[in-house]
């Protein structure tokens, strides 16, 4: 069987320390049943291109993919996202997952978000 290509999309607020984002991404890719290796993509916004972000990214072995405002306003989502009011984007987490999947010409079925803390939000294409 071929291995599944994932995109996680990540939204998070200032502050958050890369133990804190990695633990969270470990839990959900659990939950979900997504081995890392299946893990193509960490994707958000290009103003969130932060050290804590990088140091995951280094650590996991996952590139990362950032994305514009206008990139993220494009895409169609289902769920209501904070970000909207807050950062003027229809979301961070699930558009971002579903144009890292684009980008990259994966095709994706699904798309699966979680919020931890209220600080940071997950989703995964696959």
């Known amino acids: 069987m071929k291995s599944r290509e994932a995109y996680i999309g990540i939204g998070f607020h200032r502050g958050v320390e890369a133990v804190e984002l990695e633990r969270v991404i470990r839990m959900f890719l659990e939950e979900e049943e997504i081995e890392l290796t299946e893990v193509k993509g960490l994707c958000t916004t290009d103003f969130r291109n932060t050290e804590e972000l990088q140091a995951v990214s280094a650590k996991l072995g996952i590139p990362l993919f950032f994305f514009s405002r206008d990139e993220i306003n494009s ?8 970000a909207t009011e807050a950062l003027n984007l229809k979301g961070v987490a699930e558009p971002c997952a579903i144009l890292g999947a684009k980008r990259n010409n994966s095709g994706y079925k699904t798309v699966k978000r979680k919020s931890f803390d209220r600080k940071i939000t997950l989703a995964v294409v696959s």
């Open 75 to 82: 895409v169609d989502v289902q769920s209501k996202s904070a």
